[in-house]
């Protein structure tokens, strides 16, 4: 006779999987809208819903928490539990992350196009939400930290670091970055002035980048790439020494998004510097996932999955790279405030964070019901469709972000600006439309993703996974 | 001990392993962040800094509530080509009343730190309600609802004084009870130009450049 203790608990890892999706088609169409109304920007309407400024807060955090943060929960919840031998510690409370969660998102989305806007990036819900944030993000971590403290393998697994280190890190940037004394019921005032509140702001983007886009989805990357590829992690010790590189280092490196702004000059050298020195650790992560995958090169001609996940390591590799480099001084003097930005930011969202997610999700979804991927093949379209929307979008970016960029600076031989700005921003239709093309097309993909998955998932319940039997040699005794 | 039997421990302690991530990663912030936080000169308000009367602080939370600084940035960098297309470059002490900052991250349209008296009231009345009847290339969106609502409306505005105050914002009682009348017949587009036309004129020209 076996207790239900001795399964998995992975209904609501699919209930996750599902929000995730429906959060990605919902924040990238908006994000296509957006590309629409810099091209035509009569396409709000008169509206004030459809503003930019509205809709563009609802993009990135739509994203971000929507389908970033629910991926994160799904993946976390899956293999905190494979890697520890157990059921999630407290199910009630992991039902209530998974839609407490998402009421935020919805709600905090609406909030945002009703104008309640603190205007910090990537933090730009009022305090109401901030405070709620808080609430459900200390319920994941005693969820996810009490799975591993009644673990049944003594080894802690790396996958379940990058996630802790997720859970701890931006608590703290969260609650620190949204201190602020509220004046009415949706609107409050930030702790810190000026100039102060730009490098707390920076110290909290930066690392929401860093903990959540980057570590958040390395979590993923240790769990799912080894497992895909039948292959352990070639070398545990480089993802050990990474790991710890990674999490002293990446939190210096905010103040790069400030360079020539008025802050102290000696905040911005120290942040160029350790923006440089993260590329190490960001690329032994880098190789380590390589590595682990050289074995296996055979399965990327017929696992659209794997292809996936291998193509978002590239991707990985290109914008730790491109970051290090535009937080250089000398370049970010001609990168900063221009659509270069915007490209880096989706090389790493849709070229790493994204295609991540999808390749996890076709290697997942399948397995927790107990079936086969509805259709090969339209996964294998989504991921060409993929592949050319992150391309386009970011060398439409680049050819954008660096005309801007150098036309803005340029001055004639008696030290005149040889442009007007004006001039300058009505040159960039060619790239804007280009942008919007690629949009669409990452769209469609995902979108294909969706009906692909939707289709695997129809009448099909989450499969009863057993709680296998533990090794001795790694058994808590 | 070596750093592997160390690491072991971690590796299979759950406590240590928060603590060792919670520890490694506070590093950088107490070396980098707190002497910020605790630079007077970043907090101090000089004869450059200006304090928002009520009608410019309704304006500038109208800014925040469109999401202006999505596209605007209020940073004039020390570079030439910036000097030259908008202004002296921006100090820190202008921005001591600005809660929370609003320098942006990109300019798909123009910086704004120097825009207060470029151009006319009725200028920017026209430019918001329609950008294109101004600048025929533009591709800012329209705020035609700014001159239809009233500014009062949008505004607590005794409840965001008393909450700057606490936060070492000099208005006096007087200021906060006389408030609300200064936005009598007032719309949105008002406060908002009003905010405009003041941004970045407090700073007094030194003679270095």
């Known amino acids: 006779m076996k207790s239900s203790s001795e399964f998995y608990l992975d209904d609501v890892v699919i209930r996750l999987v599902q929000f995730s999706v429906a959060w990605a088609v919902v924040a990238m169409a908006a994000g296509v809208y957006l590309a629409a109304e810099l091209i035509w920007p009569t396409l709000d309407f008169g509206q004030y819903w459809l503003s930019f400024g509205r809709l563009r807060p609802l993009h990135t955090n739509g994203i971000i928490f929507g389908f970033g943060v629910s991926a994160l929960m799904t993946t976390a919840f899956y293999s905190v539990q494979r890697t520890s031998h157990v059921k999630l510690f407290t199910p009630g409370l992991a039902w209530f992350c998974c839609y407490a969660w998402q009421l935020i998102v919805l709600l905090g989305g609406l909030s945002l196009l009703a104008g309640y806007n603190t205007s910090k990036e990537y933090a730009e819900l009022e305090w109401p939400f901030d405070i709620a944030i808080a609430i459900v993000w200390v319920c994941f971590g005693i969820v996810f930290f009490g799975t591993i403290a009644t673990r049944r393998i003594k080894p802690i697994y790396i996958s379940n670091w990058f996630y802790g280190a997720l859970i701890i890190v931006i608590a703290m940037l969260h609650i620190v970055n949204s201190l602020a004394i509220p004046a009415t019921a949706l609107k409050s005032y930030s702790l810190y002035p000026g100039a102060q509140d730009a490098v707390v702001q920076w110290w909290y983007g930066h690392n929401a980048v860093g903990f959540l886009l980057t570590g958040g989805f390395l979590g993923m990357l240790y769990y799912f790439l080894p497992k895909h590829a039948g292959r352990p992690i070639w070398s545990y010790r480089l993802s050990v020494v990474a790991f710890w590189a990674f999490v002293y280092s990446y939190i210096w490196a905010g103040p790069h998004h400030l360079h020539y702004n008025a802050i102290p000059e000696w905040v911005q050298s120290l942040g160029m510097v350790m923006s440089i020195i993260l590329l190490a650790p960001s690329w032994a992560t880098m190789i380590n996932g390589i590595m682990t995958v050289s074995d296996a090169w055979e399965k990327l001609r017929t696992d659209p999955a794997l292809k996936f996940i291998v193509l978002s390591l590239a991707f990985y590799g290109l914008a730790t790279f491109e970051g290090p480099m535009m937080a250089i001084r000398s370049v970010n003097v001609v990168s900063h405030f221009t659509d270069w930005t915007i490209g880096h930011v989706h090389s790493g969202a849709l070229g790493w964070n994204a295609m991540i997610t999808y390749g996890t999700f076709y290697f997942l979804v399948p397995r927790l019901v107990g079936g086969e991927l509805y259709s090969v093949r339209l996964a294998n379209v989504h991921f060409w469709l993929a592949l050319a929307g992150t391309m386009l979008y970011i060398m439409s970016m680049w050819g954008a972000g660096v005309s801007q960029g150098l036309l803005w600076l340029s001055v004639d031989q008696i030290g005149e600006l040889s442009f007007s700005f004006k001039d300058i921003m009505a040159s960039m239709t060619p790239y804007y439309a280009l942008r919007l093309i690629a949009g669409i097309i990452f769209l469609l993909g995902t979108i294909l993703m969706a009906y692909n998955l939707y289709k695997t998932i129809q009448g099909r319940q989450a499969s009863k996974v057993e709680i296998p039997a533990v090794n001795p040699a790694y058994g808590i005794s | ?209």
């Open chain 2, 1 to 209: 001990m070596n750093g592997l039997n160390l690491h072991k421990r971690i590796e299979e302690n759950t406590g240590l392993l928060i603590f060792g991530i919670l520890f490694v990663s506070a590093i950088g912030g107490l070396v980098q962040i707190l002497p910020i936080l605790d630079q007077d000169s970043l907090n101090t308000a000089t004869e450059n800094s200006h304090l928002y009367s009520p009608v410019e602080l309704t304006g500038r939370d109208i800014y925040i509530r469109e999401g202006c600084s999505v596209c605007h940035s209020q940073q004039v960098r020390p570079l030439i080509a910036e000097v030259e297309r908008y202004g002296a470059y921006s100090r820190a002490d202008e921005f001591i009343y600005d809660r929370p900052f609003l320098w942006g991250s990109k300019r798909t349209g123009p910086d704004l730190h120097r825009i207060g008296g470029k151009y006319t009231d009725d200028w920017h009345r026209v430019h918001l309600i329609d950008p294109r009847v101004v600048v025929a290339e533009s591709i800012m969106p329209a705020y035609p609802w700014l001159a239809e609502r009233p500014a009062s409306a949008a505004s607590d505005i005794t409840a965001k004084m008393r909450a700057l105050r606490t936060l070492g914002h000099p208005y006096s009682d007087e200021d906060i009870e006389a408030a609300p009348d200064e936005l009598v017949d007032l719309t949105e587009i008002d406060a908002l130009i009003a905010y405009l036309q003041v941004l970045g004129t407090a700073y007094v020209e030194e003679d270095a450049p």
